[in-house]
């Protein structure tokens, strides 16, 4: 991937979530390995706009209750996953509400 295309990528997601209307930033998890640009829908927006990134590691996005446990503690965030890591959120979810309302 080249610089021109992760600034546009970027620049789209921060449009398109319409970060501007959270002057105080969001906070965005990501919850796949750095090195896939996957990640890239929260690592750079996160970054660019002033939130928080967490860089959740596998144990907690593969296991449901520590997700759940570790969205409870730290509240609502904006990620992106791979069905691998969906499955894990979505049973969480059906125990305790800590997911955003939207896979």
Same mark, same amino acid.
């Given at each position: 991937?080249?610089?021109?295309?992760?600034?546009?990528?970027?620049?789209?997601?921060?449009?398109?979530?319409?970060?501007?209307?959270?002057?105080?930033?969001?906070?965005?998890?990501?919850?796949?390995?750095?090195?896939?640009?996957?990640?890239?829908?929260?690592?750079?927006?996160?970054?660019?706009?002033?939130?928080?990134?967490?860089?959740?590691?596998?144990?907690? %996005?593969?296991?449901?209750? *520590?997700?759940?446990?570790? @969205?409870? !503690?730290?509240? #609502?965030? $904006?990620?992106? /996953? %791979?069905?691998?890591?969906? *499955?894990?959120?979505?049973? @969480?979810? !059906?125990?305790? #509400?800590? $997911?955003?309302? /939207?896979?």
């Amino acid at each position: 991937m080249r610089h021109r295309n992760l600034t546009n990528y970027a620049h789209f997601i921060t449009e398109r979530l319409e970060l501007a209307r959270f002057p105080e930033g969001l906070h965005f998890a990501t919850v796949s390995t750095i090195g896939a640009d996957l990640g890239n829908t929260c690592i750079f927006p996160a970054l660019i706009s002033g939130g928080c990134l967490h860089i959740i590691a596998y144990e907690d %996005c593969t296991d449901a209750q *520590r997700f759940a446990r570790y @969205a409870q !503690r730290y509240g #609502s965030m $904006c990620s992106r /996953s %791979c069905p691998r890591t969906c *499955r894990p959120c979505s049973a @969480a979810r !059906r125990r305790a #509400s800590c $997911c955003p309302e /939207s896979i």
